[in-house]
């Protein structure tokens, strides 16, 4: 899966994932997640399955901090870079 891809399918995650919690915002490629209370602790495990799942890869430990999930830019630039290649 190409990073646009994948940016398009996480960007519909968190939107329905934001739906299915009552919360009503415009969701970019550059919106503040955690800042705008889109995503907490609990809905960041929904996340990481997400991208888990998606990219058919493990979300490594040293990726488990909030500054890799700050925004869907920063979520596709960490987990599904341009090349093609998932950050290890």
């Known amino acids: ?3 646009n891809q994948f ?3 996480l ?3 968190i939107r329905k994932l934001c739906a299915e919690n009552n ?6 490629r550059d919106t503040a997640l955690f800042e705008n209370r889109l995503i907490n602790s609990m809905r960041i495990i929904d996340l990481m399955g997400f991208i888990e799942s998606e990219l058919s890869m493990e979300v490594p430990e040293d990726k488990l901090t909030m ?3 700050r925004t869907p830019r920063t979520i596709v630039e960490t987990f599904c870079p341009a090349s093609g290649e998932a950050a290890a």
Do not use: C, Q, V, Y
């Not at 919360?23 to 970019?28: E, L, V």
């Open 1 to 3: 899966m190409d990073s």
């Open 7 to 9: 940016e398009e399918r």
């Open 11 to 13: 960007l519909t995650f």
């Open 23 to 28: 919360i009503t915002a415009d969701i970019g």
């Open 67 to 69: 500054n890799f999930f």
